[in-house]
Structures are given as C-alpha cells and as structure tokens.
C-alpha cells in the first residue's frame, strides 16, 4: 500500500455522492433549470472550466500524492474522455484540455473508484492544499508535511462557510528549513519547524503572483499544533468578510493583508481567533497520529550506502552518471534515493505526459518505488523511494519513455503556462517560447555549467507560469496583435523568495529566446566561481544585465 | 469596416462554434455569416441569445474577420488558434490534423 | 415570498407585521430602547456588510434574524448566520433572503441558517434533495452536527 492517506467509507461515501451531486446539476444544466451565472461555481467547484477549445478538468492531487493504479487511472481517463495526454500543473494537479460536460460526471465516476476527485480545484474556494514534493524521504524535513497538508485537506472540503470566498484560496505546507513548494507565494504557508524542542507552525499569509505579486507575511511564528485548523479558520473567517468583492483583481488576501498592513491582519485574526480557539477544531494529539498512521513510511529494506553497483555503473556510464548527479538526490533511507522524473524533453511541450508515459510511470512506481509517484509544482514527477541498486534499471526505464532528461532544475526545465494555445485568458503564446528556449539551450554540458537556473513562462498577467519567481522571467503580452515578451530577472520562490524585475522593453517570440541567451554568457562571465546565477544577480544587480541587452550595438 | 463573425462553445462538450448563415452553429470559421455592420453584428448576438436559451451554446462573442480570400479568417491569432488549434500540438499522434 | 421553514413552504408570518415588528442594524441601533420597551417580537434584518458583532449578545433579544445573499456567490451571510449560532447562543428564527438557490442550500443550512425565502415552487422538494445530498461533512459548523466516532473532526 502507498504511504499516504488512505480513504475510508465517509471518505469514499463523500466522493461518491459528490459525483450524483455533479451529475444531477448538469442534468439540470442541460435542461436549463440551472442557468450558466448559476451553474458557472458550481462547475467550477467540481474543476471544470470552460477554455480556449472545450472545457479543461482540473483533477486534485492532494499534495501531489499519486499511487501506480490511481496513475494508470489517469492515463485511462485521458485514453477515454481526452486525448491521450495530460498536463501536470504547478499546484501538484493534472488538467485535461478536451473534455466534454456531458461526459463530466462519468469521468469523475471513474475517478472515484480510485479514491480521486476533482473537487475544489476551481472556484472562489480552498484550493488542492499542496506540500513537499518529497516529502517522506527527504533528509532535511523535520517531519511528512502531508500530514498536515491532509489535515487542513480534511478540514477544508466541502466547508460551507467559506464556498463562496472573494477570490480562490490557496495554502502549501512544508516542514524543512528548504522550501520546495513555494509557500511565500501562496495566500497561506505553513512551515512545520522547531524551538526548545517543541514543534509549532509559522504561518505566513497574503503571498501571490498574478497582477500584484506580493511575498508572503509571517503572523505568526509559533503555533502550536492543536491550535492549527481554529487559526486557519480565524484567517478565512477574516477574509471571508473582509476581503473585497467590488473588483476581482483586488479580491485576493494579498491586497487585503497589504492594505491592513500585516500587523493590523494579525491583530484581526487573533481577535477572531480568540473566539474560536477552545472550540471544537482544537486538533487532539490522537487525530493527528491518526492521519500521522497513514503516511507512516514504506517498508524500507536495511541497505548498505553507498551502492556499489550504482557507482560502477556510474563510472563506466558517463550518461548514467549525469542523469545521478541532476536528477536524484539523497534520501534519508541510506540505501534509497529520490529519483526527479523530467517532463521536460528538449523541445518538449512542459509538464505534458501522455497516456503511454502515464502507463509506463506507474508500472516503474510499481516495480521500485512502493508504487508511489509525486508531482511537484514545477510540472515534473518524483519517484520518492527507489533503491540506489535499483537506478541504473530505473534510469533506463525512464529513458526508454523519454523520461530521463537530464536537466531538473536546470535552464531547459522550464515552467510554462498552457498560455494561448490553450487558455481563454492567454495574451501570448507560451509554449512555443519554451520550446525554443529549451532548444536553444539543449547542450548538456552547457547547462550543467550554468547550474541551477530557474526559467518560467506566463501567457498572461495572471502568472500561472510563476514567472514572477523565476531567475529568468517571462510574461507573455499582446501588442497591436503581436506577441511580444517581457522579461524579468531575480526571482526565486524559495524560503528567501524575492519577485524578479523588469529589465526594459519587451522582445519579439525570436528576440526573447536570444535576451535569454545573451543574459546566460552574460552571467558565464560575471559569476564568481560555484556561484549561482540568483545569487550572481543578487550580487551585481540588473545593470550589466540590463546592458548586455539593451545596450547599442 | 468591421467585418464580424459570432463565435461560442457548444453548452454539451465544450468545442468551439461558429454561427452560419443556416442557422447551424458549425465548426468551421470559414463558413461563418459573416456581419458587415453594426446592426447586422447585433442581429447575430441576437441569435446567438436564443441559442444560449436553447441550451445549445455558451458564450458567444463578436470576432473580427477579414475576408481577404473570400471566406473569412480571423483577424487576432487568438482567435486563429481558436479557430484552428493549439498551434503546439503534442507528437504523440496527430489528433490535430 | 414564500418561505421554507422546517421542510415545508408556508406563509410568512412576519411578511404582514402580524408576528412582530422586523427593523435594520441602524434602526436597532437609534432606538433599541424604545424597541425594547414595546414588548412585541422582533425581528433584525442584516446586509452582509452588516458586522454581527454590533448586536453581539442582544441577537439572542431578536425571534428573527434575515440576513440578505444580494448575490449567491456573497460568502458573507455564511460568516454571520455561523457567528450568531456560535458565538451568540443565537436560537431564534435565522433566514435567509435573496439570491437563495437550491445548490447553496445545504451549506446555508449547516452554518445555521433554517428559513429560506425561495421563489422556486419547488423549494420543499429541492430543499430535502439537495440537504440529503452529501452525508458526510469534515468539519464542525453551525448547525451543531455532532461528530462521529472516528474523528473529532468528522461528522457523517
């Protein structure tokens, strides 16, 4: 069994009647007793948006958890109501572009029998509650951030208080010093961590990107556990009734907690909070070890590290050997890595992965990883748990279905919205402009010499690609009908998480893919040895930047 | 002048629309009617409103065309793609064509 | 406007002044006194921007309190009907008045509420449809479910 929360019979009851509740209202949809005003939330609550081509669906992927069978369902669902692919979001969520409404309740019929839903990946509600994507196995976490990230899950489904908030509503969890799922971006992160030997949360609030991209505030920097779901209700009830619901793009808790100031949010919420904190969401130690049971972690074998077949092979195989050091990393099993799954090919359309890959995945998960897969919110896949004797097979397993290019975190793993050429809310097209970015940049050796460079892409002013936090940005615009691409430099989504800054004027879809280039041997030739590219920019500023691109030839 | 074009989504699953000059909402933009005037744009809105009444389609909007080879082509890539498809259709098979 | 009171649409006994005597937050708040001392039921209708906390404890003085959903997609009133219950020991008559549609019912009623003025001719029928449409809910609201066995969070 996958070490991650298991449902039970409420669980499986409370999906199950939510997809006869979705049924009956597109019944009701299709007959005109719901008009589309009326119906628009509804749908959208159950993860169905109407885009570009056809309407999109939105699975959940609670904190990006996925088992080797609920995968295959995935690919299954793509085969039978799409087009054999799917594309993994940066919430740790999968979208399909071609789905029918009428088809809509079957598919999610489907989906139920494999414990998944698509509830609440839309809608002015609590969003897929996302956390560490390695969670469980990496050395460095105080402790399995899912747990929580179960917990406020829980907590949040189906709340019939906060279903109709000013805007949507997203949290992330993690529990290590490193931050790997960007909760300063987000509108609430939780980080897990220790003092004097006790565990408490930060809590941070009014982070986001889209058109005002603000970095997240902590209000609190040590709450204790059983105070955890009342403080996050005492947040949303504050927002719930203080938000703004005259403009929808100032309807996020960013702009509510940036107008209060951080202070006079905090004090309003421990106000509320005071109220509520005795109550009955006070978490007991007992429900937390009960949702702790479920992610209780796989049955490790006793191995020695390192492995001695996985470093002679690495020796002798020098591809073997890159794929090691770019796209695994230390577990805290010794015996076990982590295996990063590229769904970034060279020229490749971002976070896509079709039926086939879908299928292949899950049987690899299957064979050497507990059955268990991640999706992290940079659009790749993890194997969390995979022998070290294990990677030389798996490595090749990955590649026979292109699935091992060596290059996460590197300048060609890339994060790209849908952007034009999907999305209804697009300025410019994005994939393009990542595809040839990646191409541009294909050489292995060059970027393993730039190191970590994080380049994301956005169709819109709604930042769906993240750009804002990307070392390298890129916001996609229109122009007197002309594509045209602004870029920005500095960002970083981490636990020192910064907003990158426009350099100057915007370039063409060619000019863009050149300014990044040139900005890359600009860094190359600045940098201090080992130095990162952020932390290179950091140091210099945007100034020989600015002027490798703009200067006059 | 302002040549325009009605275009929606199909209520049912989803696919993108065209009124033509049938009545039929079809798929094809080039075979769209095609509203030379104000009132003639107003009068395809209109038809469009029963539509939605109908339980046929979802929200239609006005696109500009030129008509230069004849039939009309949409004036904004956005609305070519829309037209036409994701201009980045995945390898696997081409379900585009 | 009929109303969907305890599983049935009647008439509305406060809808002709015979069941006492409805004001708003600021007529409440100008004349409470003189209310008071005039010993008839009354009744308290809220906006949602209306903070519920200005009545506080004297909500538990009202045998009816409206709170108004100017649009379904207004999230306040599930806020207010929810501090009322909770916070204020709130037992009287809590409705809810308009934009009020069947597939908001059920979350309007577990925050409190348990009067609908509902134009839908239909509203007895939806309203037992769509409550009984999910049975399983995560968390404690203001309709006092208790919780079930396996969780102190649960209640199904």
Redesign the interface.
Known sequence: MVATYHYDDADRTLVRERVAQFRGQVDR????ALT?EEFRPLRLMNGLY??????MLRVAIPYGTLSADQMRALAAIGRRYD???GHFTTRQNIQFNW?????TPDLLHDLAQVDMHAIQTSGNVIRNVTADHYAGAAADELDDSRIYAEIIRQWSTLHPEFSFLPRKFKIAVTASATDRAALKVHDIGVRLHERDGARGFEVMVGGGQGRTPMIAKTIRDFLPEHDLLSYLEAILRVYNRQGRRDNKYKARIKILVHDLGAAAFAAKVDAEWAEIKDGPLGLPEAEVARIRHHFQPPAFRDLDAPNPLRVAKARTDPAFARWLRINTHAHKQPGYAIVDVSLKPVGG?PG?A?A?QMDALADIAAQYSFDEIRVTHTQNLVLPHVEEGALHAVWQALGSHGLATPNVGLASDIISCPG???CSL?TA?S??IA?AISTRLADLDAQEDLGVLGIKISGCINACGHHHVGHIGILGL?KN?Q?YYQLTLGGDPGADASLGEVLGKSFSADGIVDAVEKITVAYRALRTPGEAFIDAYRRLGPAPFKETLYAAA | MTTQVVSA?R??????VYLAPSGQWIGALSEAEVAHDASAAESLLNRAATA??D?LI??PYLISVTAATGRPQA????EQ??AT????A?A??D?AA | MPLLKNGAVTADPWHDGTAGLIVTVDEWRAQRDTLLARNVPLGLRLAPSDDVETIGDDARRFALIAIDFPAFTDGRPYSGARVLRERYGYDGELRATGQVLRDQLSFMQRCGFDAFEIANPNAAQDFAAAVGEISVVYQPAGDRQRSSAASAHRVA
């Not at chain 1, 949809?29 to 005109?32: A, E, H, K, V």
């Not at chain 1, 109407?50 to 309407?55: G, K, R, V, W």
């Not at chain 1, 789905?99 to 088809?103: D, N, R």
């Not at chain 2, 498809?85 to 980045?88: A, D, I, K, L, Y």
């Open positions: 949809r299709l007959s005109g589309e109407l885009q570009l081509h056809a309407y087009r054999d692919y789905i029918k409404l009428e088809e359309i896509d079709t086939d034009m050429d999907y697009a097209r994939i393009p595809q229109e009908g594509e | 989504n209520l049912d699953n989803g696919r993108v939605i009444i339980r979802v929200g004036e904004r890539l956005r793609i829309r498809g994701p201009t980045v995945p696997h098979h379900w």
